[in-house]
């Protein structure tokens, strides 16, 4: 059984065959870090985590690059309402996407290229495209137009003729010849900031948006490569154009095109507009970062997620099965019984189900039916069958990263647990020191204090209060 991936070019499914044996290059659209992580974005960079692991449990190398926008007209126009330098801006939400990513236990790709990094790459891509006939400069400016109607393949990626595509917003610029054409490199405008331009043979200015990774997926991956992903609302333009543009520059580009859904609040789209969006800084806490992964990941990547009251606590009742039915098998089977089993193979129908186009309802479906069988081998005692179930199960859940037993899920949680025991403890001994100042025993309440010191807890006195801090 092979897997079969959706492919949104040819909207079909497709059986995924590797361009070079054994390896799998992916392209993934990173953010614009121009604001907060929200609920959509921990979505999309889910659903690649879980392809990405699903291909590596099949014994592929995956080789995964993810982009970081950082330099765009939202970027900028934020950067200025917020009166902050730009690549400020820009760094402080890189980071808090990629603390999200991090909470929620996806990995990091293998490189995560910053479009500001790669103008070089762009410029030379856009010289390509002007010598083949296929983009033009703007006299008296620094614009660089793509012709749309020098690409006769136009609109294949979302099948659209092109007498029906609706026009680029992005360059609403004098120039351009065709309202369908679009910015491969932007004039700096007066208002915008020095250091967000770079001087290139068509004038001072920046790179457009779909120009960069365009040039960013060749440089990390070839100009052919196995799979371009992104969220559906990426499609048209920007892949549209990426699409255009590389093949244009004479590149065979990905082999396969994957989008995922959007994630809707209560049937409605998120938007800025009705105010419904819901920020990964709302929602991921640690204590709920397992339960947010295993609802994110629940449904078929294709699908939208409809995000509703009580879906989380769904998800913590499906983990707290899981984690129930593991720490059962741990206490009932030996451990030689347990590591004589760690070899799991995934049952047939999982992988079946993660074969189709990672069918994740139905892969989970066959988890929770491991576990109900499992569970009632162990009850009648039949500990070679539920040590069966057990090392399946144990496969499953390591695939997804949805082990409720591993120690990266409760990392964070125990190390508050023993922060909050810890100030529990010193703070009875700044008030016993306290007391023993207040009755002049100094010998005690510096015994106190050098006490603290030795294990590391340093108190400070200030305005009739005593703080306590580790280290100094
Ligand atoms: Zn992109």
């Known amino acids: 059984m092979t897997l079969q991936l959706f492919d949104s070019r040819s909207q079909s499914l497709r059986e995924f065959k590797p361009l070079t044996k054994g390896e799998v ?50 970027v900028l126009e934020n950067a200025k309402a917020q009166n902050t330098p730009w690549w400020e801006l820009a760094y402080k939400y890189e980071q808090q996407f990629n603390d999200s990513y ?29 010598d083949k006939g296929h983009a033009y400069h703007v006299e008296g400016t620094a614009d660089v137009f793509f012709s749309a109607e020098s690409w006769k393949d136009y609109g294949e990626l979302t099948n659209q003729r092109s007498d029906d595509l609706v026009d680029d917003a992005e360059a609403a610029s004098r120039g351009k010849k065709n309202p369908r054409d679009f910015a491969l490199w932007k004039s700096r405008k007066d208002d915008e900031p020095e250091d967000a331009s ?3 043979p068509f004038g001072s200015g920046r790179p457009g948006w779909h120009i960069e990774c365009s040039a960013m997926s060749v440089k990390y991956l070839g100009t052919k490569f196995d799979i371009h992903g992104g969220g559906l609302d990426l499609r048209f333009p920007h892949h549209e154009n990426e699409l255009a543009q590389s093949r244009a520059a004479g ?25 419904n969006s819901i920020l990964a800084s709302d929602i991921l806490t640690d204590s709920n970062a397992l339960a947010l992964r295993y609802y994110l990941g629940s449904a078929q990547y294709r699908s939208v997620l409809d995000y509703q009251e009580g879906v989380l606590a769904e998800a913590k009742s499906a983990i707290e099965r899981i984690k129930t039915f593991l720490e059962r098998c741990e206490r009932a089977l030996s451990a030689t019984k347990k590591s004589e089993d760690a070899k799991a193979e995934f049952p047939e129908k999982f992988s079946k189900a993660m074969n189709e186009d990672l069918n994740l309802p139905a892969a989970l479906a066959v988890l929770h039916e491991v576990i109900r069988e499992g569970n009632s081998s162990l009850d009648q005692e039949k500990l070679g069958d539920a040590a069966n179930a057990y090392s399946q199960v144990l496969a499953m859940v390591n695939v997804l990263n949805i082990n409720p037993t591993d120690s990266f899920w409760h990392g964070s949680e125990a190390s508050s647990q023993s922060m909050s025991a810890l100030d529990g403890l010193v703070t009875s001994l700044i008030a016993q020191r306290n007391a023993a100042r207040d009755n002049k025993d100094f010998e005690t309440s510096d015994r106190i204090r050098d006490q603290l010191k030795a294990v590391g807890v340093v108190l400070e006195d200030s305005a009739g209060s005593t703080h306590w801090s580790l280290g100094g």
């Open 25 to 74: 290059g992916i392209y993934l659209c990173g953010p614009t870090v121009q604001s907060a992580p929200h609920l959509g974005h921990l979505r999309s960079a889910l659903v690649y985590d879980q392809l990405r692991r699903w291909l590596e449990a099949t014994g592929l190398k995956v080789t995964m690059i993810r982009n970081v926008t950082d330099i765009d007209d939202k």
């Open 102 to 130: 991090r909470r929620l236990g996806i990995s990091s790709p293998n490189y995560e290229p910053r479009a500001t990094a790669n103008i070089i790459e762009m410029i030379r891509l856009i010289e390509v495209l002007i």
């Open 198 to 200: 770079w001087d290139s």
């Open 251 to 275: 590149h065979e580009f990905a082999n396969f095109w994957l989008h995922n859904g959007l994630v809707n609040v209560s049937g409605q789209k998120m938007s800025k507009s009705l105010g």
